[in-house]
Each structure stands twice: as C-alpha cells, then as structure tokens.
C-alpha cells in the first residue's frame, strides 16, 4: 500500500525552538508539497518541491524553510518557532504533473506554547 | 491564493440521503479534483475531472463541471454515516503541478 508517512502524528514545543517536520513517501513521486491547514482558512502550501535539492515557496513561507535532500524526504523547518505556527501540518506527493491526484500524509499537529 | 470554494460550508442530513457539495473557482483551469478528510486526518483523493469533460462517475460519487460557470458539483448518493467527512475541492492549472485547494464542506451524515 502506497503512502507519505509523517514522523509525527501531535508535537508540542516551545517558542523559539528550531523544529523539523519530516515527512518520507515511498512512490518514487517527483513533487512533494507542504501544506498547513487552519480552521476557516483551509490549506495553505508552504513550499513544494519538483526534485531533489529544488524548492519553490507557496504561499506562506515566512518563517519556514525545506530540505529534500533525497528524492523520497520533504522535510519542513520552523527555524523559530512561534504560536502562530500552530497548526495542522499536511505533507502530499504527486507524479510530475500531479493529475492522479496527491497523496497525503496523516498531519502532523504541532502546539507552540 | 484561494482558488475554489466550497458551498455550503457545512451540511447536515440523514442516512440514506443524497448530499451535494459545490465549488466554484475563479480563474481557467485544466482539471478539479475532489478530496475527503476524516477528522484529524489527512486528504484522500477521490475523483477527478478534467476541462473537456462535464461529469464523471466513480461509485456513489458523481462530478459535474460547467466551465462556462467556473463551477463543479460533488454529489455523494445513499449516503452513509462514514461519509461524515470534510469535502475539499482543488484546482489545478495548465501546465502546472500545483493544485489549490477551497476550504471545504464539512459534511455530517446522521444515522
């Protein structure tokens, strides 16, 4: 069964914090994408990524940064984390031209107390 | 950049009913997907259309797309209470891989 496993399923940490969200898809996908998703806001992407060591900023990337070093790993970095980060994190993964739909992760939820 | 959204936010009906969820996006696009999402979860992919064609069907689920309109239609028939979920539309554009998604329906089915 194909899928984008997320390291974490609820993360708690501090403000100020450096924080890695990993995410891993075993379906050799080209695209990867981050996304974090607010109640009444829907999902808004964070970066995506077309191949390894490429990245493009979504629509929020202030505060976050990524890292793919390996076809198969997106990670997500809140490099200070705040309370306004506080949210649900969705990782996905598509073929090149992401007609097949994308594939989501379970969320990582992430509390910046 | 909010591409499509959804209408109603949220709906309610019994067992057994017919639900319809709408979409409608602003800008052309080359195909429209829709996804659900349990509670806490993430999205699972269930159906797509493209430009040229104006309704698909895949089990329970019927799709309608009118591009003169910039509108799709999701329609979940007989529906079940494990069909409580939020429905999310998302658009993609031509020639591009990035898809944009609305802000759902939250859909309670009460049995």
């Known amino acids: 069964d194909v899928k984008v496993t997320q390291s974490s399923r609820y993360l708690v940490k501090r403000t100020g914090e450096k924080v890695f969200l990993e995410c891993v898809q075993d379906m050799d996908h080209e695209n990867m994408f981050w996304y974090r998703q607010d109640p009444g806001l829907g999902l808004r992407l964070i970066y995506f990524s077309y191949d390894v060591k490429m990245k493009e900023k979504g629509d929020i990337p202030e505060g976050y940064s990524v890292s793919r070093e390996k076809k198969e790993r997106f990670s997500l970095i809140l490099e200070s984390a705040s309370t306004n980060q506080t949210s649900m994190y969705l990782c996905?993964?598509?073929?090149?031209?992401?007609?097949?739909?994308?594939?989501f992760g379970s969320g990582t939820r992430l509390t910046v107390v | 950049s909010q591409q499509g959204e959804e209408d109603p936010q949220a709906l309610s009906i019994q067992e057994g009913e017919n639900a319809t969820m709408n979409c409608s996006y602003k800008?052309?696009?080359?195909?429209l997907q829709w996804y659900r999402q349990n509670s806490g979860r993430g999205l699972v992919h269930l159906i797509l259309i493209r430009s040229n064609e104006r309704e698909k069907h895949s089990g329970r689920l019927r799709v309608t797309l009118d591009t003169s309109k910039k509108s799709s239609s999701l329609l979940i028939t007989a529906s079940r209470a494990a069909d409580t979920a939020s429905y999310f539309c998302?658009?993609?554009?031509?020639?591009?891989?990035?898809?944009?998604f609305g802000t759902g329906t939250r859909l309670k089915v009460l049995a």
């Open positions: 998302a658009t993609g554009n031509s020639g591009t891989y990035k898809y944009i």
């Open positions: 996905a993964s598509s073929p090149p031209r992401g007609e097949d739909g994308y594939t």
């Open positions: 800008t052309s696009i080359n195909n």
